[in-house]
């Protein structure tokens, strides 16, 4: 039996907007159950603390818990990918991220194409510090110190990959002097041979090396991000003498790609809210942190001028995990 031409218009039409409401219905609904954030750094480091102050906010705004899962770079990255994108799995995006892409050939996703931003969260500046023996005051005379005892100077860093040894080896490259890279098991370790002078140099997060600087253990040469930071308000940026150098960590939250969109821009409202909130802003500011607001399309980009960013430099280095 045919349908009379209205009938069956009425009912494609009605089909059509079925998926588009069960999505939206969902998005509604969500979170109907406790959410997962992958961090890949371990628990009680600077990072993963933040993400569980974003973590308590958003369980006080949702009304579910948001708990915090901490599992090695890596393999909290392909957790969520391999995760349904129903917004229950999320990532902790970090620099870190940015790094791998390139630093690991056999990963088994691409980051950038697998991860759907939602939102960033703050932006963590680094300091290049040297031991009080060594005779320079300045980053110009450091490299003219460099340029004078080539190989001679011992670069400390957490280990081939980290946060030191990624700054310490842009520096290399675009002060274009010579430095023995040393890597060690950990920041404390490296700290602990910068301090008793068995290296020379160290790029290091503000966070780590603070007390040491107030203490007069290290001295501060420059911080490594674009603009002076307010921990070290002193110091001038690399930037100041090496022309477009900027180095800082940074943290944001992802999802499995093809996560409801609606899903997406929820949380990106309420991370933007916590950021806004003077309570979260302080606590940033104790880890020498900023808050780091933006829309997903602003987040995307700087993923992706990351990605591409320190690629460049990891390729050009030939830098190898441990």
Same mark, same amino acid.
């Given at each position: 039996?045919?349908?009379?031409?209205?009938?069956?218009?009425?009912?494609?039409?009605?089909?059509?907007?079925?998926?588009?409401?069960?999505?939206?219905?969902?998005?509604?609904?969500?979170?109907?159950?406790?959410?997962?954030?992958?961090?890949?750094?371990?628990?009680?480091?600077?990072?993963?603390?933040?993400?569980?102050?974003?973590?308590?906010?958003?369980?006080?705004?949702?009304?579910?818990?948001?708990?915090?899962?901490?599992?090695?770079?890596?393999?909290?990255?392909?957790?969520?990918?391999?995760?349904?994108?129903?917004?229950?799995?999320?990532?902790?995006?970090?620099?870190?991220?940015?790094?791998?892409?390139?630093?690991?050939?056999?990963?088994?996703?691409?980051?950038?194409?697998?991860?759907?931003?939602?939102?960033?969260?703050?932006?963590?500046?680094?300091?290049?510090?040297?031991?009080?023996?060594?005779?320079?005051?300045?980053?110009?005379?450091?490299?003219?110190?460099?340029?004078?005892?080539?190989?001679?100077?011992?670069?400390?860093?957490?280990?081939?990959?980290?946060?030191?040894?990624?700054?310490?080896?842009?520096?290399?490259?675009?002060?274009?002097?010579?430095?023995?890279?040393?890597?060690?098991?950990?920041?404390?370790?490296?700290?602990?041979?910068?301090?008793?002078?068995?290296?020379?140099?160290?790029?290091?997060?503000?966070?780590?090396?603070?007390?040491?600087?107030?203490?007069?253990?290290?001295?501060?040469?420059?911080?490594?991000?674009?603009?002076?930071?307010? *921990?070290?308000? &002193?110091? #001038? +940026?690399?930037?100041?003498?090496? !022309?477009?150098? %900027?180095?800082? @960590?940074?943290?944001?939250?992802? *999802?499995?790609? &093809?996560? #409801? +969109?609606?899903?997406?821009?929820? !949380?990106?409202? %309420?991370?933007? @809210?916590?950021?806004?909130?003077?309570?979260?802003?302080?606590?940033? +500011?104790?880890?020498?942190?900023?808050?780091?607001?933006?829309?997903? @399309?602003?987040?995307?980009?700087?993923?992706?001028?990351?990605?591409?960013?320190?690629?460049?430099?990891?390729?050009?280095?030939?830098?190898?995990?441990?």
């Amino acid at each position: 039996m045919k349908l009379p031409r209205r009938r069956f218009l009425h009912l494609a039409a009605g089909a059509a907007v079925l998926p588009l409401s069960s999505t939206i219905a969902q998005a509604q609904a969500y979170p109907a159950r406790p959410v997962r954030i992958m961090v890949g750094v371990p628990a009680g480091s600077s990072p993963d603390i933040q993400a569980r102050l974003i973590g308590h906010w958003l369980s006080e705004r949702f009304g579910q818990p948001f708990v915090i899962e901490n599992r090695p770079t890596n393999i909290a990255a392909e957790a969520v990918v391999r995760a349904p994108a129903d917004g229950y799995t999320l990532l902790q995006v970090a620099v870190a991220n940015a790094w791998n892409a390139s630093l690991y050939s056999n990963l088994n996703f691409n980051f950038v194409r697998d991860i759907a931003p939602i939102a960033s969260i703050s932006r963590n500046p680094g300091v290049m510090e040297v031991n009080p023996g060594v005779p320079v005051k300045t980053v110009p005379e450091f490299i003219a110190y460099a340029k004078a005892n080539p190989g001679k100077i011992n670069m400390a860093s957490s280990g081939i990959g980290g946060v030191g040894h990624i700054y310490g080896e842009l520096f290399k490259m675009m002060a274009r002097v010579d430095m023995l890279h040393v890597p060690y098991r950990g920041p404390q370790q490296a700290l602990t041979d910068l301090i008793s002078g068995r290296v020379h140099v160290m790029f290091d997060s503000v966070v780590s090396s603070i007390e040491h600087i107030r203490m007069g253990n290290l001295r501060p040469l420059a911080v490594t991000t674009a603009k002076r930071q307010e *921990a070290l308000p &002193h110091l #001038p +940026t690399i930037g100041e003498f090496v !022309l477009g150098y %900027e180095a800082s @960590a940074w943290q944001g939250l992802g *999802a499995p790609k &093809h996560t #409801p +969109t609606d899903i997406i821009e929820r !949380l990106n409202v %309420e991370v933007n @809210a916590a950021l806004a909130d003077p309570r979260i802003k302080a606590r940033l +500011t104790d880890f020498g942190a900023s808050a780091l607001v933006g829309s997903t @399309a602003d987040f995307a980009k700087l993923i992706a001028e990351e990605t591409e960013k320190w690629g460049q430099l990891i390729r050009a280095s030939n830098l190898k995990p441990e």
